[in-house]
């Protein structure tokens, strides 16, 4: 069964900078991939799907990539801010969706 | 506003005790699902439904139950045999019946069930 790795270490980062979380699945490749914001004692929210055809994707200051060749996917959040803070998720869809765990990032000021 | 209610936010089962989590949702989505979320852990899948009157097992349904007898409304029952049932429980649609697949889900803000 396929299986999503995120890193559970909380990304601490500079209010400003870029983070960047990383998606790593083992089997199969996914035809899309999507990513989810969920905030403390909250649903997850949805941010963004990408493709396997396609190599990056972005909506203001998200960017998410997917190589297919490494079974990785790259998301990033530029000029981060402490708004930012919350836990992402990396959801795989083959015949089923697949969740990571999540990483928790946290922008300080 | 459009979207998906889940009640109570915090719910509290004895030992023994079936108790139901309410799922609503006016998105007029035809599938609907319930997920539980444990610490450090991805969501599994308990139950999904594509249509009325109709629902699947999903990954963990061993100690939980559902019915689907409106388009509007999951509920989802965790019975006594459920040893384990301190979690995170979130209802989620689509508008894509098949687990989502295609879709992306649209999630309630979750049932925090702990055991007295």
């Known amino acids: 069964s396929q299986k999503i790795e995120q890193n559970s270490e909380a990304l601490n980062i500079q209010e400003g900078k870029t983070a960047t979380l990383t998606c790593n699945y083992t089997n199969y490749s996914p035809a899309y991939l999507q990513w989810y914001r969920q905030d403390p004692g909250r649903g997850p929210v949805f941010l963004l799907l990408?493709?396997?055809?396609?190599k990056e994707k972005r909506k203001e200051r998200l960017k998410v990539t997917f190589d297919t060749t490494l079974k990785q996917s790259l998301f990033h959040i530029t000029a981060s801010q402490p708004a930012d803070s919350a836990t992402y998720l990396c959801?795989?869809?083959?015949?089923?969706?697949?969740f990571g765990g999540g990483t928790r990032v946290l922008v300080k000021p | 506003d459009g979207g998906i209610t889940q009640s109570p936010k915090y719910l509290f089962r004895k030992e023994g005790q079936n108790v139901t989590l309410s799922c609503e949702q006016n998105l007029n989505h035809d599938a609907m699902y319930w997920y539980r979320q444990d610490p450090g852990q991805g969501l599994r899948l308990i139950y999904y439904s594509q249509i009325v009157n109709d629902f699947q097992k999903g990954d963990i349904a061993e100690g939980y139950s559902v019915s689907r007898e409106k388009k509007e409304s999951f509920p989802l029952t965790v019975t006594s045999a459920q040893k384990n049932p301190t979690a995170f429980y979130l209802c989620?649609?689509?508008?894509?019946?098949?687990?989502?697949?295609?879709?992306?889900?649209?999630f309630g803000s979750g049932t925090q069930l702990s055991v007295l």
């Open positions: 990408i493709r396997e055809n396609e």
């Open positions: 989620a649609s689509s508008t894509t019946p098949g687990q989502g697949v295609s879709e992306k889900l649209f």
């Open positions: 959801v795989t869809a083959g015949n089923k969706l697949t």
